[in-house]
Each structure stands twice: as C-alpha cells, then as structure tokens.
Nanobody, 125 residues
Framework: QVTVMESGGGSVQAGGSLVLSCTTS????????IAWFRQAPGKEREGIAL???????RYTDSMKGAFTLSQDNDNNILYLHMNSLKPDDTAMYYC???????????????????WGQGTQVTVSS
C-alpha cells in the first residue's frame, strides 16, 4: 500500500523560510514520480516541483529559483525548501505520487494517483 504524508507547514512572516517534508511508503524516490503541488483558496491546484523516476529534479517555470527539492533516499522523504516566502505563497501544500510507470513526467494533477492530506502554509505580511 502506498502512503503519502506531508508535514512542516505553519505560519511565517514574509521573507521567512520553511521546509516541508513528504514522507512516503510503498514507493521509492528515484523510482517513482513524486511531486509537490499547492492550492490557494479559490485557485486551481498548481505544480511546484517533482523528482522523476530517474531521480532528476524538475521545476515549473513559475517556481524556478523560488523553491528547491532535496531528498532522503534511505527514508523515502522528499523535502521542499521554501525561502523568501511571500503572502502569495499562502496555500495548502500537497505531495503526490504516481505509482504506475511512465516514461515521461507531467505537472498535471491527474498524472498522480496517490495524494497526501496536505499541510497548510500561511505567510503574513
């Protein structure tokens, strides 16, 4: 059984930093596509970054330079490092896994089939 759990969210002031954790079981980093998304109230879920099944880290154009990924392969944890946070970064942050093989990657939410419950990030001005 594949499980995904996010942690590390919280409330910070603008300019602050947070590190979110995506702890997975039943899959392996570098063998499955694992991604971070976020969804603000009234907005669509948007992709942030992913590590593909070859271990390559990829970022959406709008997120390049803002957030970075790191990983703990032994414990199957994918981290999202967020610096210089702005109020517009306020959202629920989700981690998602694609369990079926795919030779390509995508930031479409429908590409992923197992999701965590999310962790809230609130940035105040």
């Amino acid at each position: 059984q594949v499980t995904v759990m996010e942690s590390g969210g919280g409330s910070v002031q603008a300019g602050g930093s947070l590190v979110l954790s995506c702890t997975t079981s039943g899959v392996a980093i570098n063998r499955n596509h694992i991604a971070w998304f976020r969804q603000a109230p009234g907005k669509e879920r948007e992709g942030i970054a992913l590590i593909d099944s070859s271990g390559i880290k990829r970022y959406t154009d709008s997120m390049k330079g803002a957030f970075t990924l790191s990983q703990d392969n032994d414990n199957n944890i994918l981290y999202l490092h967020m610096n210089s946070l702005k109020p517009d970064d306020t959202a629920m942050y989700y981690c998602a896994v694609r369990t079926r093989f795919a030779a390509y990657y995508s930031f479409q939410p429908s590409f992923f089939d197992v999701w965590g419950q999310g962790t809230q990030v609130t940035v105040s001005s």
